[in-house]
T-cell receptor, first 115, second 114 residues
Framework: AQSVAQPEDQVNVAEGNPLTVKCTYS??????LFWYVQYPNRGLQFLLK??????LVKGSYGFEAEFNKSQTSFHLKKPSALVSDSALYFC?????????????FGTGTRLKVLA | KAGVTQTPRYLIKTRGQQVTLSCSPI?????VSWYQQTPGQGLQFLFE???????NKGNFPGRFSGRQFSNSRSEMNVSTLELGDSALYLC?????????????FGPGTRLLVL
């Protein structure tokens, strides 16, 4: 069964420091992987995705993520955190081979960037 | 290009009533998915429509239903509302072109059941 795990409910980081938000996945075929961000009282905003190709994916607002097939991980990273990055981050996966277009979302990680 | 729009943005209902939420996808997108977001359960998939057909369904009771029209606009209906149905309901659309496939979300409809 497809699943996504975000092991940390909350991540705290000081402004200017690098940040990592973790995500691991389990799918039967090749994964389509996504990161979304949600600000208070808003919908989800797309950050970046991995479908195929280069394992390092660059996205919006200076975020990037690295696809690691052997560790089945897709961690979100940013070299220098901003206070405005504080939000709820969701990892999602879609199995590309099942013929289904159902997305599975992680439980979310709240990122707090401290000034 | 206009984004995904959802109406209404806020809704207050009482137990036992029914509610209909509307979603207009990004122009050209033919897939529309619905999610329920609550603090306790996170993002739960409700169903997905493509070309007016329901292709996928999550684990929700039959009180939750939806449909899609020929212009790809979608509605979801919840009948006999329960207190636990209070949530943010999110709609997402996708083009399903494998090279560009990404779900884009609307701002959500916040439903409060009293």
């Amino acid at each position: 069964a497809q699943s996504v795990a975000q092991p940390e409910d909350q991540v705290n980081v000081a402004e200017g420091n690098p940040l990592t938000v973790k995500c691991t996945y389990s799918v039967s075929g090749n994964p389509y992987l996504f990161w979304y961000v949600q600000y208070p009282n808003r919908g989800l905003q797309f950050l970046l995705k991995y479908i195929t190709g280069d394992n390092l994916v660059k996205g919006s607002y200076g975020f990037e993520a690295e696809f690691n097939k052997s560790q089945t991980s897709f961690h979100l990273k940013k070299p220098s955190a901003l206070v405005s990055d504080s939000a709820l981050y969701f990892c999602a996966v879609r199995d590309s081979t099942s013929g289904t277009y159902k997305y599975i979302f992680g439980t979310g990680t709240r990122l707090k960037v401290l000034a | 290009k206009a984004g995904v729009t959802q109406t209404p943005r806020y809704l207050i209902k009482t137990r036992g009533q029914q509610v209909t939420l509307s979603c207009s996808p990004i122009s050209g997108h033919r897939s529309v998915s619905w999610y329920q977001q609550t603090p306790g359960q996170g993002l739960q998939f409700l169903f997905e429509y493509f070309s007016e057909t329901q292709r996928n369904k999550g684990n929700f009771p039959g009180r939750f239903s939806g449909r899609q029209f020929s212009n790809s606009r979608s509605e979801m209906n919840v009948s006999t509302l329960e207190l636990g149905d209070s949530a943010l309901y999110l709609c997402a659309s996708s083009s399903l072109d494998p090279r560009r496939e990404t779900q884009y979300f609307g701002p959500g409809t916040r439903l409060l059941v009293l």
